[in-house]
């Protein structure tokens, strides 16, 4: 059984910075990608970023300069590096994978911006 299971999240003002991780636990034998999506209340899930097995990285326009999504594989973690922060980032955070080819999430952590 395959967990992801994420850690960083909170609150903070405007204009600040967290730093959410990912990390993937149990048996396996390889991650290819590993992402991040949020999800705001009454809105639907979506895309922030997404990174490769071999670094390769793609943002949504929203996270575009101020997100970075970096990996450790060595530790199965995936981060999120996020700047600047505006209260429209607040929603909840999961972190996605494919692990032996079968697509997993987090539980999600909560992040919320106060103006």
């Known amino acids: 059984q395959v967990q992801l299971v994420e850690s960083g999240g909170g609150l903070v003002q405007a204009g600040g910075s967290l730093r959410l991780s990912c990390a993937a636990s149990?048996?396996?034998?390889?991650?290819?990608?590993m992402g991040w999506y949020r999800q705001a209340p009454g809105k639907e899930r979506e895309l922030v970023a997404v990174?490769?097995?071999?670094?390769?990285?793609d943002y949504a326009s929203f996270a575009k300069g101020r997100f970075t999504i970096s990996r450790d594989n060595a530790k199965n973690t995936v981060y999120l590096q996020m700047n600047r922060l505006k209260p429209e980032d607040t929603a909840m955070y999961y972190c996605?994978?494919?692990?032996?080819?079968?697509?997993?999430w987090g539980q999600g952590i909560q992040v919320t911006v106060s103006s």
């Open positions: 996605a994978a494919t692990v032996d080819g079968v697509g997993y």
């Open positions: 149990g048996s396996f034998s390889s991650i290819l990608a």
């Open positions: 990174i490769s097995s071999g670094g390769s990285t």
